[in-house]
Structures are given as structure tokens and as C-alpha cells.
């Protein structure tokens, strides 16, 4: 017979914790308790409250994600300080800091979706655009030096910050946006909508009518009548298309940079100096980045926690 008395349950805990997996277990089980206690108070607080710049400054806390990717709340507050800076040294008051957190949040979630729209295409930023684009921002300051001090003063940015935070995001945009333009696929029922409007007018209907009607069909305050226009100002898209122009004669359908368009020439101003032509359009405007983020943000899994609008 086995006269030994089994363990007490607070026995073998100890047993278990001198142990080098029972000590690491530990250790995260109070990380655990520790982080889910310091979320309730990194949440409920102000993002201006010192115990959450501490605890953002240490622990990864989301501020917001979109399908799984991140912004930790050290970088939502390093764009909250810049902003607030910015603010700062401007005339009039500060906005308060819940429109911050929102006007934040919204440029973050923008930029998250276009990195993964970038991403999704195998597109990288430019980097000789990234710098060209600086250079382009310097030729229009004083001086570099003055431009640095200006970045320092009201954002409290270095050249790099202001360059990975604003340019290589305005950047990524427009190779984005010129992706999108380009996509035949993507631009394919536009297309479509402007084929079938210069059908109607090819087969007799009146042209201004059909003009309304498709210009309406966009929120965009395209106008049917252009009224007079200068030969000489016409964008070169399309102005080899106009200048021939019959009167009472429209163009083929024309793909412009950011749009489909048909024209008819109503008039004719013969000019020495500078001929004029009155011009009635339909416009189908293309599919732009905007609308393709937002008709992404409808189904995308977005959480924020702070910005909340």
C-alpha cells in the first residue's frame, strides 16, 4: 500500500512555476492581464493623455486597420502631433482634437487601401519621382535650408519624414490613379456609355438631348454647351480633333486622359489673331482612384479605434 499523500493543487502550481516553461507561461499570462487592462485604458483616454503616449511608445496598439494591416497608435500620434503643430502656428483656434482623430484616421485608412490596391498590382513607388517631386516643391520655396527650418517649425518633420509622410503617398496615388485610367478592363463600361451615346447620335437623335442625359448620369458638373472657345487653348488631346470641325459636324468618339468625350461644332469665329469655335459636349468621365476607394471601403473590414466619426 502506497502511503503517499497526493499534492495539494497549490503544490504542484509551485512545482509547475519553478519550472522554465512554467515561468515563461507566467510571464505571459501577466502580459496578457497587464496589456488587456492597459487597452481599456488606452482606449478610453484622450490621445493627448501622457499614459497612452507611454503605453503606445512600448506596446504595438492598433489605432486602426484595414483587412488584417495596422496602423500602430505611435504612428497615429506622430500624424496627430504634426497636424496639432500645424494647427498651432496657424491664425484662429485649434480644431478640437476628436475632428483631428477623425480627419487622421480618414487619410490613414485612404493611404492603407492604396498601398494594398498597389500591392494587389505589383506596383512600388518611384523612387526618382519621390525626389523629382521634391525638388519640384523646393523650386517654388526660398531656400532649402528655409523650406527644412519651415518643416521643423510646423510639423516638427526632418526632410525624410516629410518625404516618406506626404510625398510618397501622393506619389503611390498617381502611379495608382494612372493605372486606373489606363485599365481598359477597369474603364471598359464608361467606354461602353460613351459608344452608345455617339450611336444615338449617328442615327439621328438631337445631340444636346443626348448630352444632358449622359452628362446628368455623373456628378461631376460636366456641361453640355462649352460655349466659345480659342482654338489656341484647347488641350492637345483634343484639339486636332476640333479644329477641323465642320459646323453642325461632331467628332469620333475621343479617349481623353481622364475621360471619353464626342463634340459638335455649333459655330465659328474666323480670327486673324485667334479663331473660336463653339462647342457642345458629351462627356463619360473615366473611373477614378476616388471611386474605386470607396466603393473598396463599402465591403473592406475596416476597425478604428480611436477616430471614430
Known amino acids: ?177 494612372e493605372a486606373i485610367l489606363a485599365d481598359k478592363a477597369l474603364q471598359q463600361s464608361r467606354q461602353d456609355t460613351i459608344d452608345a451615346a455617339y450611336a444615338r447620335v449617328a442615327g439621328g437623335e438631337d445631340f444636346a438631348t443626348v448630352a444632358k442625359e449622359i452628362n446628368a448620369g455623373f456628378d461631376a458638373g460636366l456641361e453640355v454647351d462649352l460655349g466659345y472657345i480659342k482654338l489656341s487653348i484647347i488641350p492637345e488631346s483634343w484639339s486636332a480633333a476640333v479644329e477641323v470641325l465642320e459646323i453642325g459636324n461632331t467628332t469620333d468618339v475621343l479617349d481623353l486622359p481622364e475621360g471619353y468625350a464626342v463634340f459638335k461644332a455649333k459655330d465659328r469665329i474666323v480670327a486673324a489673331e485667334d479663331t473660336q469655335i463653339h462647342l457642345l459636349s458629351i462627356t463619360v468621365p473615366k473611373v477614378t482612384l476616388e471611386e474605386i476607394v470607396k466603393e473598396y471601403l463599402e465591403t473592406a473590414k475596416v476597425k478604428r479605434y480611436v477616430g471614430e466619426s
Open 1 to 177: 500500500m502506497n502511503d503517499e499523500q497526493p499534492q495539494k493543487p497549490e503544490s504542484r502550481i509551485k512545482k509547475f512555476l519553478s519550472t522554465r516553461r512554467g515561468r515563461s507561461i507566467a510571464v505571459v499570462v501577466i502580459l496578457v492581464v497587464a496589456l488587456g487592462g492597459a487597452s481599456q485604458q488606452v482606449y478610453s483616454r484622450p490621445v493627448d493623455d501622457g499614459f497612452v503616449r507611454t503605453i503606445a511608445q512600448v506596446f504595438p496598439f492598433p489605432a486602426l486597420s484595414v483587412n488584417g494591416d495596422t496602423v500602430s497608435m505611435k504612428e497615429f500620434l506622430a500624424e496627430y502631433d504634426a497636424l496639432k503643430k500645424y494647427f498651432e502656428g496657424q491664425e484662429g483656434s485649434t480644431p478640437p482634437a476628436d475632428q483631428l482623430e477623425i480627419a487622421i484616421a480618414d487619410t490613414l485608412v485612404n493611404k492603407m487601401v492604396i498601398r494594398q490596391f498597389a500591392t494587389a498590382r505589383g506596383l512600388e513607388i518611384d523612387t526618382q519621382r519621390v525626389e523629382k517631386y521634391y525638388q519640384d516643391v523646393l523650386a517654388s520655396q526660398e531656400s532649402e535650408e528655409a523650406f527644412v527650418q519651415d518643416l521643423t517649425d510646423t510639423f516638427g518633420w526632418t526632410v525624410e519624414e516629410f518625404k516618406s509622410r506626404v510625398i510618397e503617398s501622393i506619389v503611390l496615388a498617381l502611379q495608382m490613379s
